[in-house]
């Protein structure tokens, strides 16, 4: 295989299985297995090959994608070869996204279900493919209506089901339309994507994503009728035990952080040989079609490994990224750190609170606000209370002073306990 161009590996890359990211700790490649499905056998592989061509760290991004770490030049030949030999990954051609839907892990086999959205996604990928001129960044979510609720992720398109074979669409997350039925929403999507790709060509450094679209040309997409914003769910839980159609349940184990070492993967992938594995966005990977009690026994070896098993467990509210030394970029070990702030935090984030530790300003794990950001500052972090990354801090401090100030009867947990009260009034 030939060396990668240099603009391959810039910052801010999208990065994939044939263009990596340069970062602190090496190159960061991300996978995508076909049909965003894996079996045991095949998380064990991608687990040994993490060892033997990167640093044995492996993530799952907020999109649910899987991301090993500390490849090199020299490693990552050899480890596209044997990813692509083993039909690890899924990987076309080409500067647009290698994946666009987002979908529970619970797709398909969730009785609580109101569509089937797994079957939908796939025709969407199917379609999507066709489409050149979309970013790399796109994304649709496909959310069946049932408990496991995907509100909370921003999105270009949101499919959601809302009746038995009844779907509707949000363009940019504000403008909503249909209903439709289930078996035309895919053309629904297909015939509105060109029409975004051909606006963001005129002006591709304005026009990122849909919600930079003015309303009138966000309406003008599509020719389905508007509609209501469908009414507000509960959220989902998002780690445990689940039961699925036909007697069977799902085990959802979130990775804290989004991170664990190869060695975890291979022993969780070592115990339910039969089981379906799908990449979960809030970080973690469920294992479904199993009996009650191969789950159960799942999620007791999964919390022995430190690994999150309850939907109550703080880490769970937390966005992190890398941090140092891992991103050369961080001013902060925000993964070392975020641990002993969701610790400290444990109650406010019991309530609802979120927590954002970012390296920079950059905010990789979680561009969107927090109730709590904090951002790498020299060591140091500034905190920003009810925004993002970029807007202004009340302080910076270091990890002591906030883990203090964090605590009952200080002046941050008493803005942030405040901001939750009023929130849940409104």
Request: charged residues 20%.
């Amino acid at each position: 295989m030939s060396a990668l161009p240099k603009e391959a590996l810039r910052r801010g890359w999208c990065p994939s299985t044939l263009r990596p990211m340069e970062t602190g700790d090496g190159w960061l490649v991300r996978l995508h297995p076909p049909g965003a499905r894996l079996t045991p056998a095949q998380l064990r592989r991608i687990a040994e090959l993490a060892t033997e061509h990167g640093n044995g760290l492996i993530e799952i991004s907020a999109r649910a994608n899987l991301q090993i770490r500390g490849v090199t030049a020299e490693s990552h030949p050899k480890l596209v070869e044997r990813l692509l030999a083993e039909q690890l990954v899924d990987e076309h051609e080409g500067d647009g996204p290698q994946r666009v839907t987002l979908v529970s892990p619970l797709a398909g086999r969730d009785s609580t279900g109101l569509i089937d959205a797994a079957v939908l996604a796939a025709q969407i990928e199917h379609r999507a493919r066709n489409v050149s001129g979309l970013p790399a960044k796109f994304g649709i979510v496909v959310d069946d209506g049932g408990a496991q609720a995907l509100d909370g992720f921003a999105s270009d398109i949101r499919l959601l089901g809302i009746g038995a074979g009844r779907v509707a669409l949000c363009l940019g997350d504000r403008l909503w339309l249909g209903p439709i039925p289930e078996t035309d929403a895919a053309a629904a999507v297909a015939a509105i994507l060109p029409g975004f790709a051909a606006l963001r060509a005129e002006a591709p450094d304005q026009i990122r994503r849909l919600r930079d679209l003015s309303p009138a040309a966000l309406a003008g997409l599509s020719t389905l009728p508007v509609t209501t914003a469908p009414p507000p769910r509960m959220p989902a839980r998002r780690a445990g035990l689940f039961a699925l159609q036909g007697d069977r349940f799902a085990a959802l184990i979130g990775l804290p952080f989004g991170r664990c070492d190869a060695a975890t993967l291979e022993r969780l992938g070592a115990v339910q040989d039969k089981a379906d594995i799908r990449l979960s966005p809030w970080r973690g990977l469920a294992f479904r079609d199993l009996g009650r009690s191969e789950a159960e026994g799942l999620l007791a070896l999964a919390d022995d490994l430190g690994q999150i098993t309850r939907d109550d467990d703080p880490r769970l509210s937390v966005q992190a990224c890398a941090g140092s030394p891992a991103c050369s970029r961080a001013e902060a070990p925000t993964m070392t750190d975020a641990a002993m702030l969701a610790e400290a935090a444990a109650d406010l984030l019991a309530q609802g609170a979120t927590l954002h530790v970012s390296g920079c300003v950059k905010a990789c794990a979680h561009p969107a606000a927090a109730d709590l950001t904090l951002v790498g500052q020299d060591g140091r972090y500034d905190v920003v209370l009810g925004g993002t990354t970029r807007d202004k801090p009340v302080a910076t401090l270091d990890l002591s002073a906030l883990l203090t100030r964090l605590q009952p009867g200080h002046d941050i947990h008493a803005r942030l306990k405040a901001a939750r009260s009023t929130g849940s009034q409104g």
